[in-house]
Every structure is written in C-alpha cells, then in structure tokens.
Nanobody
Framework: QVQLVESGGGLVQAGGSLRLSCAAS????????MGWFRQAPGKEREFVSA????????YYADSVKGRFTISRDNAKNTVYLQMNSLKPEDTAVYYC??????????????????WGQGTQVTVSS
C-alpha cells in the first residue's frame, strides 16, 4: 500500500508560481509512474501531468504545456509539479497519483492505483 501526501498548494495571484510536492511512502517509489490530476468545482477530474517510473518520459495536458514542469526525486520518494504563469482557470484541487510500472495510458485516472488527498490551488485574477 502506497501513501501519498501532497503539499504546496495555496492562494496565488495570476501570473504567479507554486510548487506542489507529493511525498510517497509504503512502496518502491521508483517503480511507480507518478501523475498529477486536478478537479475544479463542478467539473470532472482531469489529467495535468505525469512522469514515468523510468523518469525518462514526461507528459502534459495541452492547457499546462510550457507552464508546468513535473519532476521526481527517487532518493526523496517525492514528485514535484512546478507551476508557473498561473491562470485563474488553474484553480482546482490537485491530486497526486501512483501507477505501478505503467508507461502507456498515463493520462487515464483509471490506470492509477493510489491517490493522495489533494491540495487546493487557488489563482486570483
């Protein structure tokens, strides 16, 4: 069983930056593809970004490409999401998720085995 704890959310003005962290415990972190998803009020959970367990491939939703960067530190069992040039439409609860050894279909929430509780990101205009 893998436990995931997100941190780093908060309130920021449009154009600002935040870095989300997701600390994992209870499993072999380096064997998990890690993803970030978000859910805004009244909307479905959507894919934001993912990094494969090999660390060699990263994926981004079109809406965040060029603004967000995902990275992982296997020594610290942590995945990060650096968010720059934030927009009000980025406001959502951001969730970290882990999927064992997958390298395909990383944008599908159903592929992920474990989820964190989420961290709120609010971007004011």
């Amino acid at each position: 069983q893998v436990q995931l704890v997100e941190s780093g959310g908060g309130l920021v003005q449009a154009g600002g930056s935040l870095r989300l962290s997701c600390a994992a415990s209870g499993g072999t972190f380096s064997s998990y593809t890690m993803g970030w998803f978000r859910q805004a009020p009244g909307k479905e959970r959507e894919f934001v970004s993912a990094i494969t367990w090999t660390g060699t491939n990263t994926y981004y939703a079109d809406s965040v490409k060029g603004r967000f960067t995902i990275s992982r530190d296997n020594a610290k069992n942590t995945v990060y999401l650096q968010m720059n040039s934030l927009k009000p439409e980025d406001t959502a609860v951001y969730y970290c998720a882990a999927a064992f050894l997958i390298t395909v279909a990383v944008t599908r929430p159903s592929e992920y085995d474990f989820w964190g509780q989420g961290t709120q990101v609010t971007v004011s205009s």
